[in-house]
């Protein structure tokens, strides 16, 4: 009896085998025959581990070279007009990428996941035709190494709403096009075996539907299903619960639905219905999104629930999504300690909890190794409630004794100090925080860290670095200065690696977009701070100047929203430690004398979640957490934040909550459009709105930086307004942004003498 399913698996390989063979072949290296060649090898190791771990349903069709989205739009024929002379594997990493003559498509974000997929294209005039020989092939090479495989595809009303019209028409309008050679592509299927399973992700039925698209749920579905008698069809959704869609799914004669109970517990609502309709529930009970080892008594009695309503024939157990999202396996990391190691698992680690919690729902007999570990399992949850490595007192009773909560003073008395003391002019100029990360400085922080280079000579290498950002500021007149961030590798991992509770691994990469993959910290156990994160960077910087000196700290949600986050308490509990941690370095910097300091919230959009109906809790944590982290200012420290967005219209208020003094923003690309929305809600606090694009080498004119000013002010008047590039100059270099910060302090003096005269 076959129980057990994986939506699908990692393709970026063990130790990213996948990235290796791309790049090398992008480089002109290797050939695309050999990178063809590594493919189907990584293919089929994947395959057969997951065999070998006893799962049974596996997947073909979720290996791809870049993206599986853009692997849609080539099955479809959806190539943007600007790439039409292109054919095969030229066109396919042209629009990932772009070439000489034509720009990449667009990126974006997979729901809330870190994963990026390549936006399609879709013109009126668009010429579809299907190209299916990517599945057919992928699913015969499984079966020639003995694996009858699941084809995994794109749902059709997911792809088409992930989709961008060029000629804002509706991009439904395309929909009965596309449904055809889905039809097609059924058929040919259908050739391949005496029974396929085909599983349709429609990520998108997590969302707030409107009725129009939830009205086409069922005429695609029925159309779908009855194409072949030999093909079963799953519908597959995950981060969310789906009911609105999975109710009207239910209708439709599809096979089964697979749904998500981990992130999704509403999904336990619909138990009923699909009882009703004597469908396959695929529960997805196994997180394929966070690494933290399942507590198998918790599943099974998670599955005792379902199983009041879904009869054991007609159950299977899941990963709750792809296990893209988590690194590959736990088996390298030699350097892990043991503790934390054992509350961990990876891909290859899900395999087995999938098999073996199926055999514990299902009482089959589990092997002499998996007793073991059912038994080890026990022991391991337990030890997590109570171990010190896992649960920190001190900050736990901290937080409950907490009695100061935000800052004392509000803005209005606030701002009023703060001008005072500091005596800035309007339209002060500023930065983000960061400078060019040159090789030097890499090489510094990199032989530093593998005890190649002493403390002291790592140290003097950071001061020169820092000595340099501040002469070179002071030189050309900026008003509030940054010591630039050569310390920071990235500004979520410094933090993590000096504060407590949170843990780095040697090779637990995910894909982020095409080779790209990042290894987030892995926030563990209770977070503190034991000792210092900035200061004595900061207060470096300051000794060397006699102009004001930002400190620079990277955000409570931010931190959270970039790192895998423990399961065992809630998200929020974990932003309320490192904005306590955070607190006492800003009292710290303050009492060294640091009076402004910027508190970092780059991904603070980032963990908005998929359903409507919990933004308000989100924003409720997010907004207390930011402010927890702020609450030890002084009246007369000012409290700067920064934002890497430009679309504040959903969240304005949610913005003037957080109640920073002052706000740092990109809109160097909306020139004063985006910004109305500051002015039309009365906004009251101070704002930086970038002047110019950080993202290109580009350096911007000083008429066009007068330009972009003078529209500034078009919004808004100047004594609310900062001046600075919309984000940190880390990835840019010195020349260009020398000129541009010349070029920008220049601008704000023309501004300044044209108004006052
Ligand atoms: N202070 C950081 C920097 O300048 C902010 C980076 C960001 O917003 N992504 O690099
Ligand atoms: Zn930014």
Redesign the pocket.
Known sequence: MSKNYVIAFPRIGEKRDLKIALELYWSGESSYETLRNEASNIRKKHWLEQKESGIDFISSNDFSFYDNILDTSILLNVIPARFKDLKDEELYFALARGNKEAAACEMTKWFNTNYHYIVPEISKDANFELNSKKIIEEYKEAKSIGIKTKINLSGIITYLGLSKSVDNEDVYLNLNKILSLYVELLKEISLLDDEIIVQFDEALFVKDLDTKTLSLIKPVYDTLAKVSSNIKIVVSTYFEHSNEASKILLQTPIWALSLDFVHGSDNLLILDDIKKSNKVLIAGVVDGRNIFKSDYEAKVNLLNIIKQSIKEENLIISSSCSLLHVPYTLDNEDKLDTEIKDILAFAREKLKEISIISKLCFKSELSKSEKEEVVNNKIIQDKRKLSKTFNNEKVQNELKNLNKLQRSDKYEDRIKVQKEFFKYEDLTTTT???FPQTPEVRKSRRLYKKNEISKEVYENDMKEYINDCISFQEEIGLDVLVHG?PERND?VEYFGELLEGFAFTQFAWVQSYGSRCVKPPIIYGDVSREKELTVSWATYAQSRTSKIVKG?LTGPVTILNWSFVRDDIKKAEVAKQIALALSHEIDDLQKAGIKMI?V?E?AFKEGYPLRSSNIKAYEKWAVDSFRLAVSKAHIDTQIHT?M?YSQFNDIISTIEDMDADVITIETSRSGNKLLKIFKEVGYKKELGPGVYDIHSPRVPSVDEIVKQINLLLEVLPKKQLWINPD????TRKWPEVKQSLKNLVEAVHIVRNAKTS
Do not use: F, N, T, Y
Not at 727 to 730: D, H, I, S
């Open positions: 983000i925080g960061s961030e500004m620079m910027q970092d780059a920064h890497c984000c940190g100059l880390k």
